[in-house]
């Protein structure tokens, strides 16, 4: 598994945001209001064409939570949930994990930030853009330049 450290992630290019709302003092930013097919779209496109990492805080959040998130997922979501879990555990000790997902992984945490059950932060290292996943039903991104954007239409 491609798993980054939080410095490692910077070294590499990636914006790490700690806080949204400074964030879109500090960068460039637009955001998105798409459908949930469209949000695939574009994530599916952009790890076809770039380094999209993403990661995953799944591990910190209570048992509570995780029974309710659980609630709202199909047998197939459970079982990529579990994989995903699966492959995460060598990392618990750690915030939360940043790593480089397959697409189906991807897919899955597209879909559960998209639903609002647990949000995702995207990192595109090598354009650099991030995409802070679902900020008031709507995804965000944030780059050094507009141009950086990923060369998707923004709502501005």
């Known amino acids: 598994m491609d798993v980054l450290a939080r410095e490692e992630l910077k070294q590499r290019g990636g914006i790490y945001i700690e806080q949204v709302l400074p964030a879109f003092e500090q960068y460039e930013a637009c955001t998105w209001k798409l459908t949930l097919d469209e949000y695939k779209a574009m994530f599916a496109n952009l790890q076809n064409q770039h380094m999209v990492y993403a990661d995953f805080y799944y591990s910190k959040i209570t048992e509570e939570n995780r029974s309710v998130f659980e609630e709202h997922l199909n ?29 189906e992984e991807l897919d899955l945490l597209v879909e559960i930030s998209f639903r609002e059950l647990l949000f995702s932060t995207f990192y595109v290292l090598d354009l650099p853009l991030t995409i802070w996943s679902n900020y008031g039903g709507e995804f965000v991104g944030f780059a050094d330049e507009k141009e950086l954007l990923g060369g998707i239409t923004c709502n501005y």
Not at 75 to 103: G, N, W
């Open 75 to 103: 047998q197939e979501q459970m079982r990529r949930l579990d994989q995903l879990c699966m492959k995460c555990r060598d990392y618990r000790e750690q915030e939360f994990v940043i790593f480089k997902p397959s697409s």
